[in-house]
């Protein structure tokens, strides 16, 4: 059996790669479960190429489900943010791609800078099980998370002070509702990668790696958020070489 092969019998066991897709995060993907696009279908597809198998999807609506299935067995591919609560029960490529994290908040409100809104009394509203709900679960001191299915509308349905998002979509948002703003200095960088689970053979993970090396430096990751029309996301710098 060669390289390739073996490594497509063990990221793919059913003959099939199963990449579970999250919908939920337009910078990512987008379409419907029958016709997803975007470039996490993209590099999808371009795996399932390299390994000479078909390529099926398993779209959701939210990190954690897209999680859930691959940590289940549901799914044989995922694509996720890089964070410390998720790295026991996934390997992680190199990031991809970045994205950056930004607050909404009401146009008055005092707020000016990410670290003012770590107070006492401060709700922020979050998409459950997000990479910025990981994050600020982590990192927050004094202000209360508040989580939903979207930050925005748990912002919207308890008169949040402060709604944490993805900066396109919360800058889109804020420009359709004129009481609102959104602080421009980012609280994070979101670091998405591919990933799949540890248990892979160390050549499959290996496989995964220089295949992303490989898409971010050969234009493919750039040409594919382009076709999708996602500015804001940039191609993530060279992983650094052990």
Same mark, same amino acid.
């Given at each position: 059996?060669? #390289?390739?092969?073996?490594?497509?019998?063990?990221?793919?066991?059913?003959?099939?790669? @199963?990449? +579970?897709?999250?919908?939920?995060?337009?910078?990512? +993907?987008?379409? &419907?479960?029958?016709?997803?696009?975007?470039?996490?279908?993209?590099?999808? @597809?371009?795996?399932?190429?390299?390994?000479?198998?078909?390529?099926?999807?398993?779209?959701?609506?939210?990190?954690?489900?897209?999680?859930?299935?691959?940590?289940?067995?549901? +799914?044989?591919?995922?694509?996720?943010?890089?964070?410390?609560?998720?790295?026991?029960?996934?390997?992680?490529?190199?990031?991809?791609?970045?994205?950056?994290?930004?607050?909404?908040?009401?146009?008055?409100?005092?707020?000016?800078?990410?670290?003012?809104?770590?107070?006492?009394?401060? @709700?922020?509203?979050?998409? #459950?099980?997000?990479?910025?709900?990981?994050?600020? &679960?982590?990192?927050?001191?004094?202000?209360?998370?508040?989580?939903?299915?979207?930050?925005?509308?748990?912002?919207?349905?308890?008169?949040?002070?402060?709604?944490?998002?993805?900066?396109?979509?919360? &800058? +889109?948002?804020?420009?359709?509702?004129?009481?609102?703003?959104?602080?421009?200095?980012?609280?994070?960088?979101?670091?998405?990668?591919?990933?799949?689970?540890?248990?892979? !053979?160390?050549?499959?993970?290996?496989?995964?790696?220089?295949?992303?090396?490989?898409?971010?430096?050969?234009?493919?990751?750039?040409?594919?958020? !382009? !076709?999708?029309?996602?500015?804001?996301?940039?191609?993530?710098?060279?992983?650094?070489?052990?």
């Amino acid at each position: 059996m060669g #390289e390739l092969s073996a490594v497509a019998a063990d990221l793919a066991p059913t003959g099939t790669l @199963r990449a +579970a897709v999250n919908l939920g995060n337009p910078v990512l +993907a987008h379409g &419907t479960p029958a016709e997803p696009g975007g470039v996490t279908v993209d590099l999808a @597809r371009e795996v399932a190429a390299r390994l000479d198998v078909p390529v099926e999807f398993a779209c959701f609506d939210a990190a954690r489900k897209s999680f859930e299935a691959l940590t289940s067995g549901a +799914a044989d591919l995922a694509f996720l943010a890089v964070e410390p609560a998720r790295a026991a029960e996934v390997a992680f490529t190199a990031p991809y791609v970045v994205i950056e994290g930004v607050y909404l908040v009401p146009r008055e409100s005092p707020f000016a800078s990410p670290a003012e809104v770590d107070r006492p009394g401060v @709700r922020i509203g979050v998409k #459950e099980g997000s990479a910025y709900d990981l994050y600020l &679960t982590r990192t927050l001191r004094h202000a209360t998370i508040v989580r939903g299915e979207d930050g925005v509308t748990a912002f919207e349905a308890h008169g949040l002070e402060v709604a944490a998002g993805i900066r396109r979509p919360v &800058t +889109a948002y804020a420009a359709a509702h004129p009481g609102t703003r959104v602080i421009p200095e980012r609280f994070m960088e979101i670091r998405q990668a591919v990933c799949t689970t540890p248990d892979r !053979r160390p050549a499959t993970i290996a496989f995964l790696h220089g295949l992303v090396e490989e898409l971010k430096a050969g234009g493919f990751v750039a040409e594919a958020l !382009r !076709r999708a029309g996602q500015p804001d996301a940039v191609v993530a710098p060279a992983a650094a070489e052990d």
